[in-house]
């Protein structure tokens, strides 16, 4: 149901847990965002191959029946499949504004924008280098041939600053040297 869900969005925002600490249990019991991209990617992936295969499957009579008119059709959904095969989200695949728009009215999740979300403590934050954030736009952009769209926050603090009252807000974020959340 939750990739239902998703299916009907325009761009994915993957929050990824970048900060150590024991006061929020990680489901897989450590901290390693480049794994547990990897694990949403991966499901992403099989999701969109179970879809695009059930596709192609009620498709073939109608491919067999007038194949000069859905020959096109038929290559690149063929295409689609295999990209899926081979690993590689379709957002990143070589695809043109058609196959783009006809990857929408498929609901493939892998051929949507993604933002990554790198959520840092309230200190990894502050820092000028983010070693977690380094590998995650490292590892992203080789993959996703040029910079990956990564941002960083913390969501603690930005709750914490929401709680305040607008003055102390703007004095806490100036003592951060934070010019907006």
Known sequence: QFLGNIREVDALAHVVRCFEGTSVAHVLGTVAPLRDVGVVETELLLADLDVMSRAIEKRQRLWKTSPRDYVQEQKR???YRKKLEEGVALATADLDREDQRELKGLGLLTGKPVLYVANLSEEEYQLENQPFVAKLKGNLSSKNQGVPQVV?????LEWELQQLEDQERMEFMKELGLRKT
């Open 77 to 79: 959904w063929l295409n």
């Open 152 to 156: 960083a926050v913390s969501a603690q």
